[in-house]
């Protein structure tokens, strides 16, 4: 019995586990036998059934078939396949345009593809996704699978987008110290209402993620050090809006506590290390914990160090918990390591282009680590206005010795529509102006302006692409056509023109702008009771313009600078091509400097500028000077200056002085106000056409007050002045206010 027992079990072990000698494929028309026999191990000695289980889901899993059976006999491994259909024909209902456009990148699904039911399910899911990232939360896809002949199918997928799924509500679930509008303000997701025309308030999973890591700073701003935000979930009502309702475990506030600055491999003078440590006492003592005190330290001292001159330096404050209610600060000082940027990762662009960043980036990968070049770059990006907040982190790499540069941009509305109002002695004004920053997410600015008032109906298309066919030069067209009804000019010009320009950077912080431009001028004197002199200005005039201008840029920031300066120098010329060759030429500085403290940033703007003509003929009347609403507040852009028998004509020599200081306010920081005072000094004079004219020499002066902040429905700007200086003829503007929704 045993010797049977032995031989059965050798016979079945025989059979099970023999050696492969030869494959047969069977039921396979487009797919080639090789390329099912190439995932044949014939080596192995044994065939069992776990090999035959195994060799099977590597046949299914090439997505060529749908049903795969294997069997072994006498060393013959028979493989009996049924292959997936083709796709004969392929088409998406229901969606158009952009949509389409993603969509057709996002399923792999094509005509002469191989369809399986894995695919598809996948391609749907995929799908899904998009349309939920995009706010299509009640989205429905049905795909219809219509099989024809010679194994293939049509594959039509049917998608019904429905309605975008906006938020109706937004709620903080344990927020004890702010208002909701309060927290609304710092998040991406917002409430739909009426007035939001260009505003989105379509719910993001995306965006929800982003939003929890901005309440956390704001809290942690506020500080509160150990906030959570626990949750964050959306329900849906029987309108299909949503409810958003965060969950916010705030904890409590903490104050700094004790600070300490440790020194290594760096030699300091003890005057240094002293004025470090006072830098650290004035702004830690006494003060409730914030990252942006933290930052501000750690700028403070960088920018002392910087001016001492030391070399490579390293900048690393770490703040920890102490006890109950406080957070001590070390400040470690290191000799700088000539660490090299492994990576740039940016983050945080969902509608920005990464290139665009990178565009405004003066570090990249392969460089050594430069705080200044960094902090620049920082705010390259921060000046294009298309991000609320840009930070930076470094971090350690995979790689020995390298680190990356992480960057952060929270985006904003870069769409803004715009209307204002201004209320003078000679009547009033409205304009309205579309401008969209980002346009394609490529940066590219784009502008439409529209202006009615008593004296003027302009219209403005202007186009800016900050890099031109990646030149690193900024390209810049201005079509415009525009009628001035100067009553108080007396008279009328009808102009239509166009202008062309780049910028580039031609030294450090040194930029450089050439532009072309032609303009046709019809001008015409409407006052009937107009001196004889100012009916001989009128007539049509052709302008052909070649100029160019300088600026040095030495501000701390572009984008909100409190230090510095930037100086300009530009010159435009009508060409011997034109009726009148003119020169006109401008020059002028802005000064920034820190009063009392960062909540005092004082200002200063002179300007200067003069135009005179050519082959001696006079300065036709569009080109002579004015001085605009931002040089004399407090008068009508076109209301100082000479005056022709009661007409003001412009000047050919302006001058002008403008002092500006910024000072706190009681306005809650969720409406972002700015509050200043002004005073502005200067006078238009000079009239190359007759000594008759009256021309007074006597300085014009106002002083006010203005308010700028982000209300609801978008920007709203006030500004009141009181002329203090005048001549009896200067026209009057002691109110303006201007009104805009972002989008």
Known sequence: ???LIIIFFL???NSLFAEIKKVTVIGNVRVNSSTIESLVDKKIANVDSIYINNLTKKIYDTDFFSDVKISFNQDVLSINVVENPMVNFFYINGIKDTDLDQVNKIITLKENSIFSSAKLKKDIEATKEFLNASGYYQASINPEVIKVDNNQINLIINIDKKEISQIKNIYFIGNKYFSNSQLIDVITSSEHGWWKFFSTSALSEQRIENDKQLLKEFYKSKSFYDVQIESAFANIDSNDKFTLTFSINSGKKYKFGDYDLKVSGLTLKDSDTDEIKNISNNLLKNQFYSPLIINKLNKQITDFLESKRYGNFEINVQDSKAGEDKINVIVQLNEGQKSIINKINIQGNTITEEKVIRDNLIITEGDQINSSKIKKSIDNVKSKQLFSKVDYKIEESDKKNLKDLNLFVKEQPTGNISAGVGYGTNGGLFEASINERNFLGQGINLNFTGMLSTSVLRGDVLYVDPNYINSNKELAVSLFSQV??????????????????TKYEIYEDIFFRPNIGIQYDKLEVTNSSASSLLKSRQGNFLTTSFGYSFFYDLRDSKFNPTSGSLIYFDQNIATLLSDIPTIQTGIG?????????DKFIGSAKARLANVVAFNNKDVKLSDRIFSTSSDLRGFEPRGVGPVDNGDHVGGNNLATLSLKSTFPNPIPENLRPTTFLFFDIGNVWGVDYSNSISDSSKLRSSTGVALD?????GPLSFTYS?????ASTDKEQKFLFNIGSSF
């Open 11 to 13: 016979i079945l072990t």
């Open 722 to 726: 009181i002329p203090l200086s005048k």
């Open 709 to 713: 902040l982000m209300s609801p429905i």
């Open 589 to 597: 500085t802005t000064f920034y400097h820190e009063l009392l403290n």
């Open 484 to 501: 001035d009804d100067y009553k108080i000019s007396g008279y009328q010009n009808k102009r239509l023109g166009n202008r062309d320009s």
């Open 1 to 3: 019995m045993t010797r």
